[in-house]
């Protein structure tokens, strides 16, 4: 090979680096350009949802919450009232309505209406929205959060434990949402928030009528949320862990009742494990105020939801490990309320921070009368 040669290959090698180069710089411009516009993108998109979540400004909005006399129901309408929003409450016992809407007025200046009414009668539920309706002219936002909770192993409950649950809280959310939702459809607005719970996610030992009838409601949420969204109404299921509302005080516990409520009602009163009703309560108003698909509270329940969702055969293994640990069966089927089940040891100031709970969030009352529906008018097994 000459030196012709040579300097002919030298050449045509330093000219194709060149164009590999111009390549180089040109795919790599791209790829830059490519990566600033999907950050841009994403940064505009940040921001605009951000927008979107604080433009849903609760201020003139009339705010329907059902359990709202006590608990987390309680302050919830504190939150919105706050906000500036027109509250609307119902509950079961009228002399608790009272003492919430006056509380609720001293804190805010918002209007705050009551109704008694037990949410698994229909006919209750549609006078109840009738009347926030012809009081305020609209609804804006509906919270189902009525509840009931029996606490006890499987061979303690009966059949009028699972059908109470299921309708306070799965007819207690159906009721209501399909009473309101006409009154939004026809304004293309609205919001609805269903307070579920992680138990409507992974059913727990001892709660078993409770679990099936939350993942009733949250089933019925998830589904409702996609055939709404046509009429710009926003659906958001809330899956709440524990949270320290003092409403344990007025559960209901079976068998073992003071062992149960023992251990229930440390679970509800542990700061770390629990969380308090008005962050819990300030959470998920921020989530209905940016039409969030679900909320799960409590870094302990979010693990949990992911635990179960990634291996529930697991799961399940792990939680029936747990039920050997539990109070066991004594054939008692009767059941007592919380404060009727305490100890010296839940009397403690093991347990202040569930006291302080309980009297901020209206739990030390009188307890309303049992549901007046078909459940206790007959023989239960």
Same mark, same amino acid.
């Given at each position: 090979m000459n030196w012709r040669e040579?300097?002919?290959?030298?050449? &045509?090698?330093?000219?194709?680096?060149?164009?590999?180069?111009?390549?180089?710089?040109?795919?790599?411009?791209?790829?830059?350009?490519?990566?600033?516009?999907?950050?841009a993108a994403s940064v505009g998109l940040f921001l605009r949802k951000r927008a979107q979540r604080y433009r849903y400004d609760l201020a003139g909005k009339v705010v329907v919450i059902t359990g709202g006399s006590r608990g987390l129901g309680f302050a919830l309408a504190q939150e919105c009232a706050g906000q500036g929003a027109s509250v609307a409450i119902c509950a079961r016992d009228e002399?608790?309505?009272?003492?919430?809407?006056?509380?609720?007025?001293?804190?805010?200046?918002?209007?705050?209406?009551? @109704?008694?009414?037990?949410?698994? !009668? %229909? %006919?209750?539920?549609?006078?109840?929205?009738?009347?926030v309706v012809a009081r305020f002219?609209?609804? %804006?936002?509906?919270?189902?959060?009525?509840?009931?909770? !029996?606490?006890?192993?499987?061979?303690?409950?009966?059949?009028?434990?699972?059908?109470?649950?299921?309708d306070v809280m799965y007819w207690g959310v159906v009721y209501p949402t399909l009473a309101a939702l006409p009154h939004m459809q026809s304004r293309q607005e609205g919001r609805i928030a269903n307070i579920a719970s992680i138990g409507? &996610?992974?059913?727990?030992?001892?709660?078993?009528?409770? !679990?099936?009838?939350?993942?009733?409601?949250?089933?019925?949420?998830?589904?409702?949320?996609?055939?709404?969204?046509? %009429?710009?109404?926003?659906?958001?299921?809330?899956?709440?862990?524990?949270?320290?509302t003092g409403s344990h005080l007025n559960a209901y516990f079976k068998g073992k009742h003071r062992?149960?409520?023992?251990?229930?009602?440390?679970?509800?009163?542990?700061p770390l494990v629990s969380i308090d009703a008005r962050r819990a309560a300030r959470k998920i108003i921020d989530a209905i105020r940016g039409g969030d698909a679900e909320l799960v509270i409590t870094p302990?329940?979010?693990?949990?939801?992911?635990?179960h969702g990634?291996?529930?055969?697991?799961?399940?293994?792990?939680?029936?490990?747990?039920?050997?640990?539990?109070?066991k069966a004594n054939g008692d089927k009767d059941r007592y309320l919380g404060r009727d089940s305490?100890?010296?040891?839940?009397? !403690?100031?093991?347990?202040?921070?569930? @006291?302080?709970?309980?009297?901020?969030? @209206?739990?030390?009352?009188?307890?309303?009368?049992l549901l007046q529906n078909h459940l206790f008018n007959r023989e239960t097994a």
């Open positions: 040579n300097s002919r290959r030298l050449k &045509k090698r330093a000219h194709q680096a060149k164009q590999v180069a111009k390549a180089g710089v040109i795919v790599g411009g791209i790829g830059t350009g490519l990566a600033l516009g999907l950050g002399q608790e309505l009272r003492r919430a809407k006056q509380t609720i007025e001293a804190g805010a200046e918002a209007e705050v209406f009551t @109704h008694v009414c037990n949410v698994s !009668s %229909d %006919d209750e539920v549609r006078q109840f929205i009738s009347s002219g609209q609804i %804006d936002v509906l919270i189902n959060n009525a509840g009931i909770i !029996s606490v006890g192993p499987v061979e303690s409950q009966t059949l009028a434990d699972f059908e109470e649950a299921m409507g &996610k992974m059913s727990v030992p001892h709660l078993l009528p409770y !679990s099936a009838a939350k993942f009733a409601a949250v089933g019925f949420s998830e589904g409702l949320r996609a055939e709404l969204a046509k %009429d710009g109404v926003k659906v958001t299921t809330v899956c709440p862990g524990l949270m320290r062992q149960e409520f023992t251990w229930f009602s440390f679970g509800a009163s542990t302990q329940a979010k693990l949990a939801a992911l635990a990634i291996a529930p055969g697991a799961i399940a293994n792990v939680l029936g490990v747990a039920n050997r640990l539990m109070p305490q100890t010296a040891l839940t009397r !403690s100031f093991l347990q202040t921070a569930g @006291h302080k709970a309980a009297d901020e969030y @209206h739990q030390h009352r009188e307890e309303p009368p």
